[in-house]
């Protein structure tokens, strides 16, 4: 097996519970899924099933070499793993396991398929319930009878550990006993269908109550992940040596494409100080014991599988930012560690265009790889064997031409290459600095990237201006008077921020960059401050009492009323989405309160309440006891239970919520059942959806996504300044789904254009910065390009 199979970088081996090998897998985005190679006898077949209780086929490749289909990774334990740990199931929670996967087999044998293989390895339980896997893969004489027999030993597994027979005891009760007996008949044509066993259950409660649920939290990261959270746990001066460590790990292929290399730990540690060797070898210790990188005795290091260059997003930036150089670097080591190996013959050395090569990536061409010791040497004595040359050819040239004619043509030639090397270096200075600023202020970073091409199409330029075109992020807009202090709000349509600094409230109008409006704020310190959905109200919650400003009635802050936030760390405060509630909550300490506008009285007093649309529906929070309010009626919701109520939001129909769990983002119907055959991944906290119900937005401390939800496309996905943990970003969607407005730290509102590179007109990158933004400014020149005279890079 190779570290890829079609489109799919391939990881770890997962529990196949059969004949089947089953791996994990990641795409070229990095995103997880489930790669199954069928055993002998077995054969494809390609047919969509659609069931919430069902792993969504990805693709088949049938006639592949060799075949193989992708599917959905399910997170959690198989149903073997669960009873072999915590022994056998009884109750209710056998009605929800059967009525799981018959609504699965039902799905299947609808859609013209067999599973084929249904064990107790097939069956996983994950976040939102039994999952079936393994679909599209089947024996040649598989029928639909037989996987009804399949359930049948799935059930008896799950209640007594067996497989074969019905069990002693009571664990199955008379209707499941019933069932379960009819599904094993040994005649195939007594057996009920999928579709009787799933009726049969349906009549029964108790597969109908609640969801059936892991016995203990899931913990299954991604591969990355699992690497993220190791480098996140290094300290400062370890993690700065781990891209060192894994790009030298990283090798070509014959197609020009990443796969591992092994390297010696020697390339690595020689010439380094102790302190270095040290910090390598504990993250070398580190990662050999997660099993991401094999690092035997005496063997060569190694990245344990290909599937992590794609997997986790930190290693993929590092290797696009150096791929260029990485070449070169390569060819470098190799050929450094054949001179050595050779005795060091001067013969062996670089000259010529590979030396100048060498030289230019070493000299400003890398950022994350450090030259070993012996690189180090090698190049050293091949610049040191091309100036003895040239000290020889100039000899030669001062016998056969005056000294004044080679000195005016060495002077012509030395102004040259100068003046071209300093354009290339301060090009790559300009490319430097544009990505520096490309998060806080992406218009300046666009001008400065075009400025860095203008001056030599170096590969940073290039880079740079390619970052430009791609960034989602085309206007920005910061609050000129931000202190540490300040605080923010923006206006549910992303067009006014509300700036609260040195007790004075500013709005300004953020398409405009201009100022409308200013107050004298509450007498009290403010803790958080929130916009009215229709964009005329501002509320301030202060340390014990709130207020109101109507910023269009022309007077000032109102009186003070109802409670405040005493607790410090992250505040925030929010109106319901009909306006006639005001939310305010402390998230370190618990502190929450609900203000009904209209009774001028609390509300939802010792509940964590979420509004819907209009304010005609809220769930409550309460652990089992969770229902829906609405109209006066109240309906348990015991399925919200363990749901994070801070990062729940309504659809704007009212009939749908969006939970960002640990797991990923969730769309649930308001009985429970989820709508997204995948969840969003990763999962930011706070979540927002456009007016018409279309987009999702998720931001969390220094990043925003954006997704399209019908078809779970990632429309925009872009890091935001960082604010700290208490100052989370927010986002706001437009009323036509073209943009989304973020608010970061510092009272900076990024606007992201969430049509993509498709809906702009295709164009040269560096025209399309001149049309759309212009040449860097003179005052801006002189501030982030001080060591070069100005020079226009626009035309006209």
């Not at 007093?605 to 509004?611: K, T």
Request: hydrophobic share 40%.
């Amino acid at each position: 097996m190779t570290d890829r199979l079609g489109g799919y970088w391939l990881g770890a081996r997962l529990d196949g519970g059969g004949r089947t090998t089953v791996r994990e897998a990641y795409d070229e985005s990095g995103a997880r899924h489930a790669l199954h190679l069928p055993g002998p006898g077995a054969y494809a077949q390609v047919r969509e099933v659609r069931s919430v209780h069902a792993a969504r086929l990805v693709e088949a490749c049938p006639q592949g070499d060799p075949p193989y289909l992708v599917s959905e990774y399910i997170e959690g334990p198989t149903l073997r793993q669960v009873v072999d740990r915590h022994g056998p199931f009884a109750g209710d929670d056998l009605y929800r396991l059967a009525a799981a996967t018959a609504t699965a087999l039902a799905a299947v044998h609808e859609a013209g398929a067999v599973h084929g293989s249904l064990t107790p390895g097939k069956v996983i339980l994950g976040a939102e319930g039994p999952r079936l896997v393994g679909l599209g893969l089947a024996d040649a004489e598989a029928d639909p009878a037989g996987d009804v027999q399949a359930w049948g030993r799935v059930l008896l597994f799950a209640a007594y550990g067996l497989t074969e027979r019905l069990g002693n005891g009571e664990r199955l009760d008379r209707l499941l006993r019933g069932l379960v007996a009819a599904a094993l008949h040994d005649d195939p044509g007594q057996r009920p269908d999928a579709r009787r066993l799933l009726m049969s259950l349906l009549d029964a409660p108790q597969s109908q109550l609640g969801r059936l649920l892991p016995p203990e939290p899931v913990d299954d990261p991604p591969l990355g992940a699992r690497a993220e959270a190791l480098y996140l746990q290094l300290c400062r001066a370890d993690q700065d040596l781990v891209p060192e460590v894994f790009l030298r790990l990283v090798g070509q292929d014959d197609a020009g494409g990443d796969t591992v290399a092994p390297a010696r730990r020697n390339d690595l540690v020689a010439g380094r100080a102790p302190d270095e060797v040290a910090a390598i070898d504990r993250v070398l210790e580190a990662y050999g014991k997660a099993g991401i990188l094999t690092t035997g005795d005496q063997g060569p290091l190694t990245i344990t599988y290909a599937a992590l260059l794609r997997a986790w997003p930190r290693l993929h930036e590092w290797l696009d930012s150096e791929r260029d150089g990485l070449a070169v670097h390569r060819e470098l080591a190799r050929a450094a560690r054949a001179w050595e190996a050779g005795g060091r013959r001067e013969s062996e050395l670089y000259r010529g265009e590979p030396l100048d090569r060498a030289l230019a990536w070493a000299a400003g061409g890398r950022r994350r790889v450090t030259l070993s010791a012996d690189e180090q040497t090698f190049l050293d004595e091949g610049l040191a064997r091309a100036r003895r040359g040239t000290r020889r050819r100039r000899a030669i040239m001062a016998g056969l031409l005056s000294v004044a004619v080679l000195a005016a043509l060495l002077a012509v030639w030395q102004r040259g290459a100068a003046d071209g090397r300093l354009e290339q270096a301060m090009a790559k200075v300009a490319a430097s600095r544009a990505e520096a600023l490309r998060v806080a202020d992406p218009v300046t970073a666009r001008r400065l990237s075009l400025v860095a091409w203008r001056l030599a199409q170096v590969p940073q330029a290039r880079r740079a201006l390619a970052a430009a075109a791609g960034d989602p992020a085309v206007d920005v807009f910061t609050d000129p008077y931000a202190g540490p202090r300040s605080l923010y709000a923006v206006s549910d349509d992303g067009s006014r921020l509300a700036a609260l600094a040195d007790d004075t409230v500013r709005i300004y109008d953020v398409p405009g960059h201009r100022q409308i409006a200013q107050a004298a704020g509450p007498a009290q310190s403010v803790r958080a401050m929130a916009w009215s959905p229709d964009g005329h109200t501002l509320a301030f919650v202060g340390v014990d009492r709130s207020y109101l400003w109507d910023t269009a009635s022309g007077r000032g802050v109102g009186p003070p009323f109802g409670r405040g936030l005493g607790a410090p760390g992250e505040q925030s405060a929010w109106f319901s989405p009909g306006g006639g509630l005001l939310f305010a909550a402390a998230r370190q300490s618990g502190e929450r309160w609900a203000w009904d506008l209209r009774a001028h009285r609390a509300a939802f007093v010792g509940q964590y309440a979420v509004a819907g649309p209009g304010d005609r529906v809220a769930l409550t929070f309460d652990g089992r006891r969770s229902a829906i309010r609405r109209a006066g009626r109240v309906t348990p919701a015991p399925w919200l239970d363990r749901m994070p109520w801070e990062y729940t939001t309504f659809a704007p129909d009212g009939e749908r919520v969006a939970i960002a769990e640990e797991t990923g983002i969730q769309i649930y119907d308001l009985d429970g059942v989820p709508v997204l055959g995948t969840r969003l991944r990763p999962s930011p906290g706070h979540l927002r959806f456009s007016p018409d119900g279309r987009l999702l937005a998720g931001t969390d401390n220094d990043r925003v996504r954006v997704w399209r939800v019908p078809d779970r496309t990632l429309l925009a996905e872009r890091q935001v300044p960082v604010g700290g943990a208490d100052r989370p970003a927010r986002a706001v969607l437009a009323a036509d789904g073209r943009t989304a407005r973020v608010l970061a730290a510092g009272g900076t509102v990024l606007t992201l254009d969430l049509a993509g590179p498709a809906g702009r007109p295709a164009r040269d990158p560096a025209e399309a910065v001149c049309a759309r933004y212009g040449g860097l400014s003179t005052a801006d020149w002189a501030r982030h390009l001080p060591e070069v005279p100005y020079r226009a890079s626009c035309p006209g």
